[in-house]
């Protein structure tokens, strides 16, 4: 087996292993992540925003996922064109 093969199927052994284990561990346990446990803790403060959108505001949780999604995936698109952009020029480079 060329080493190449060996170590990408290594590398997935070690993903799956980590998932797995990851869920193995995690029980009933509830997914969650660090927002939602702020929101948990401004809520039980009695915290009062002090500054609401005056031009537009998503009408529901899903659409604001949907603006957030849309921004990251934007974000990695420009992200790979400029990486893209310098793997380009160091192979042109190396042509010449």
């Given amino acids: 087996m060329k080493r190449s093969t060996l170590e990408i199927v290594i590398g997935l052994v070690v993903i799956l292993a ?3 284990g990851a ?3 995690a029980g009933e346990a509830e997914w969650g992540g660090a927002d939602g ?3 948990g803790l401004i809520d039980e403060t009695g915290y009062t925003p002090w500054y609401e959108s ?3 505001s998503p009408p529901s949780g899903e659409v604001e996922s949907l603006i957030f999604a ?3 995936a934007f974000g990695a698109g420009i992200s790979c064109l400029i990486f893209g952009y310098w793997a ?3 192979k042109a480079a190396r042509k010449d």
């Fill in 23 to 25: 869920l193995a561990f």
């Fill in 54 to 56: 005056t031009l537009w």
């Fill in 18 to 20: 980590l998932v797995v």
């Fill in 37 to 39: 446990n702020a929101a």
């Fill in 88 to 90: 380009g020029q160091r």
């Fill in 70 to 72: 849309l921004q990251a």
